[in-house]
T-cell receptor
Framework: DSGVTQTPKHLITATGQRVTLRCSPRSGDLSVYWYQQSLDQGLQFLIQYYNGEERAKGNILERFSAQQFPDLHSELNLSSLELGDSALYFC???????????????FGPGTRLLVL | QQQVKQSPQSLIVQKGGISIINCAYENTAFDYFPWYQQFPGKGPALLIAIRPDVSEKKEGRFTISFNKSAKQFSLHIMDSQPGDSATYFCAASIRTGANNLFFGTGTRLTVIP
């Protein structure tokens, strides 16, 4: 158990809908990362938050957004869902934003999203 | 463009054998190279990691070999066990930058008894 929690575990929804995925980082970790895992794209970085502030963006679609709250939990919002958004979404956390001894990322169990 | 290239895609090894997975990268700014193990239905779990100031790191049966000049690194699993059957991902990041991980495409390892 990595200490990172994600809810829900599974999510089934229809095209055009909006969903919210939730992540709680390990105790003491200030940085949260979101990754998408799909069969055709593999594991891809979406976005990073550090202590409530957006720090880095990867291949995140404009239909997707995220935020990190004062209690450090994070939410990933996916809107206008398409069939191709079906994937596993992972949250990871690390102590800091990066740098020596702060780089290790611990992954949660993921949310499996199925868009029908 | 895949920033970290991983091979082979799949690997079958006899119990007790050595499993070797290779990765290569282009971006010389990468300064942190972890390996993750993922079982079906689970999140990636950190296995072992190396920084470019050393050429080898060993933890139990797992060893990372790192060749900075060739921009390659590999994972060796000694005395492979059926319980090691999983998908392995290499990754790289720039610790002083965004620290986001760039993953390889994964290797599905099957260890047969």
């Amino acid at each position: 158990d990595s200490g990172v929690t994600q809810t829900p575990k599974h999510l089934i929804t229809a095209t055009g809908q909006r969903v919210t995925l939730r992540c709680s980082p390990r105790s003491g970790d200030l940085s949260v990362y979101w990754y998408q895992q799909s069969l055709d794209q593999g594991l891809q970085f979406l976005i990073q938050y550090y202590n409530g502030e957006e720090r880095a963006k990867g291949n995140i679609l404009e239909r997707f957004s995220a935020q990190q709250f004062p209690d450090l939990h994070s939410e990933l919002n996916l809107s206008s869902l398409e069939l191709g958004d079906s994937a596993l979404y992972f949250c990871a956390s690390s102590v800091g934003p990066g740098g020596p001894s702060q780089e290790t990322q611990y992954f949660g169990p993921g949310t499996r999203l199925l868009v029908l | 463009q895949q920033q970290v290239k991983q091979s082979p895609q799949s690997l079958i090894v006899q119990k007790g054998g050595i499993s070797i997975i290779n990765c290569a990268y282009e971006n010389t700014a990468f300064d942190y190279f972890p390996w993750y193990q993922q079982f079906p239905g689970k999140g990636p779990a950190l296995l072992i990691a190396i920084r470019p100031d050393v050429s080898e790191k060993k933890e139990g049966r797992f060893t990372i070999s790192f060749n900075k000049s060739a921009k390659q690194f590999s994972l060796h699993i000694m005395d492979s066990q059926p319980g090691d059957s999983a998908t392995y991902f290499c990754a790289a990041s720039i610790r002083t930058g965004a620290n986001n991980l760039f993953f390889g495409t994964g290797t599905r390892l099957t260890v047969i008894p």
